[in-house]
């Protein structure tokens, strides 16, 4: 067995050991591996940093989904940025509304390996009609797309300076969704981690955020493969109801999703929308903005030993 290490902080690693490497590339854009980490099941690896693994992605994919579609209530177009795995295009298409999924990626060498080797997680998503994959810089596309889309997802890897995804961070960024949205539309992205020393990011990108929709707000996503409770941000144009009511959000997904779900319904949500003190303490203060020419700077890559 060999393991794969992430830096959580300079003194902080997170380890998983990988029973079977199934897939190694250095492709145009990072370092990929599709592994089996034995308890987790199976993975995909980029740059060294855990993005997903099929014992716990759930975890992660129908929150990043469902609570911005929940918010919309009846979502038709959704892009999702990045999300080479499949996981969110999955949970998108349960519901009944959509009639366009997109999924925008720049590395068409991981989508393919994730078509092939976790069909847990995409689960034939990728073959619904209407499903598109449009391998490319979703900055383009979004830039592209203006008053079109109902639910942008930004599923991304982490903001580290060597890797493609650190641009979606930005203030620009934010204004080209703002711009891409129909009226009425949610936008959601992976923010960050909720451990107290690594906050500062999570808090920096829901100020930027908050600098570009005129609401905002934090969901939280504990995924054990992430080593620390995520943060996911929401924002909207329109008042984003924090305190569903519970029975209203589980009959809304009872008569617009198709299939089931693992951990989503109206009482998760209502607890993934309240946010711890010292987060909402931390980001009053904060007047930090990130922008193209002052990005959010993560830890690097991690390491295979
Ligand atoms: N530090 C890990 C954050 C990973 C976010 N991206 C996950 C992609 C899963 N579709």
């Not at 490319?136 to 890897?157: F, K």
């Not at 949610?186 to 955020?209: C, E, H, M, Y």
């Not at 617009?256 to 980001?283: A, C, H, N, V, W």
Request: hydrophobic share 40%.
């Amino acid at each position: 067995m060999h393991w794969i290490s992430e830096h959580l902080t300079p003194c902080d690693i997170w380890q998983h050991g990988v029973l079977q490497t199934l897939a190694h590339r250095v492709t145009a854009f990072q370092e990929m591996d599709v592994v089996d980490s034995g308890p987790y099941g199976k993975a995909l690896v980029l740059d060294g940093k855990w993005q997903t693994c099929t014992g716990d992605e759930f975890l992660y994919h129908e929150p990043i989904v469902h609570a911005p579609c929940v918010l919309h209530g009846s979502p038709e177009r959704v892009l999702i940025a990045g999300g080479a795995d499949g996981g969110a295009l999955r949970e998108v298409l349960k519901w009944n509304t959509v009639k366009e999924a997109v999924v925008a990626d720049i590395d068409g060498d991981v989508v393919q390996a994730c078509r092939e080797l976790l069909p847990e997680i995409h689960q034939g998503a990728y073959d619904d009609p209407r499903a598109k994959i449009q391998i490319g810089d979703a900055w383009e596309l979004i830039a592209n797309t203006p008053n079109h889309w109902d639910v942008i997802i930004a599923d991304l890897t982490d903001p580290i300076e060597e890797g493609p995804a650190y641009k979606l961070f930005t203030q620009e960024f934010f204004k080209l969704c703002k711009k891409a949205l129909r009226p009425g539309g949610v936008f959601v992205n992976q923010a960050g981690s909720q451990s107290p020393p690594l906050v500062d990011i999570l808090i920096r990108v829901l100020k930027t955020i908050s600098t570009v929709f005129e609401h905002t707000s934090l969901i939280t996503a504990n995924v054990p493969t992430y080593g620390s409770p995520w943060g996911l941000a929401l924002a909207a144009d329109r008042k984003l109801d924090l305190r569903p009511d519970v029975d209203a959000v589980d009959g809304l997904l009872n008569s617009k999703l198709t299939g089931s779900l693992r951990m989503f319904d109206g009482e998760s949500l209502l607890g993934m929308l309240q946010s711890p003190k010292y987060i909402r303490d931390r980001l009053a203060q904060e007047t930090t903005v990130y922008t193209v020419d002052s990005p959010p700077k993560f830890l690097g890559k991690g390491s295979r030993q």
